[in-house]
């Protein structure tokens, strides 16, 4: 593991200036006037620049590096699963008859990082019939409303979804020091 | 080719508004909480992300379509995050129906700690 943290401690926010939001808050500025003329970028920067210094967040620790097939297979299959996703349950919110039986389970995720954690819970509260209620980061678990569940088979389905779309995060952003510390996690996981 | 832009303009509108509405029936007929917060998040981002694209397919013009990207981004990037606010919550107050749930693994591990 790359991060130097320990699991459960919050990263102090850091004094420096952050350099990659303040870029990024400057672009969402010209984005949203939808202008880049330089008086407007100017302004931008100027108002990115006093949300940098009064609102400093926790830094995300990244140790990790792009690999782009990775990160395509995630960006396809998030876009299939979404369409997946959404035609399960408009065909449950239009079926007729009983409303669909839900469950709520426990996935103990394999990765020890704030962003893959993030990352698994944003994409998994996106596509096909999950939800996450509870996040425990002291121990990267997270809790999932699954809809459309009527048995066990569903339920081990769902957490084993969840789990490979984990890996399909780690697989696309992870160090190889991470990749490894996975790996290893997973042959600990019969899983 | 501008009829073909035009006709796959209308096709995303029109399945985008769809889904927008599939979406506002799934809030009324589920049963509970935690089910009507999929129908809010799922196919409402699809719905919203196929208009986009068919207003930007409309409007072509690099302006429009920095605004119409802002929009998809910040979609995603919210949406889960209310969705599971509103379902933690109402989980901490005990909102959520037992009679709608096959298995729930998280009742026990939070009368353990103790809700709050």
Redesign the interface.
Known sequence: MSSPETPGAVPKRRRRLQWPILVWLTV?W???W??FSVANIAAGLVVALVVVVVFPLPPIVFGGKVRPVGLLRLIGRFVVD??V??GQ??R???SIGR????????VDLRSRSDLYLTLT??LL??VP?S?????RRSTSTL?L?V?G????A??ERARRDALVQEERVVRALASDEELAAYRRAREGDPR | MTTVVEIASAVCLIAGSSLSLIAAIGLLRFPDLLSRMHAGTKPQVLGLLLILVGVGLRLRDWTDLGMLLAVAMFQLLTAPVSAHMIGRAAYRHDAVRADTLVVDELTPTLDDVGKG
Do not use: K, R, Y
């Not at chain 1, 569940?149 to 066990?152: A, L, T």
């Open positions: 969402v010209a984005l949203l939808g202008d979404l369409i996703a959404s349950v408009a449950q919110a239009l409303p669909p039986m839900s469950a709520v389970i426990q819970a944003e509260s996106l019939g939800l996450v209620v509870e996040v809790f409303h809809l569940v009527h048995d066990e569903d339920v």
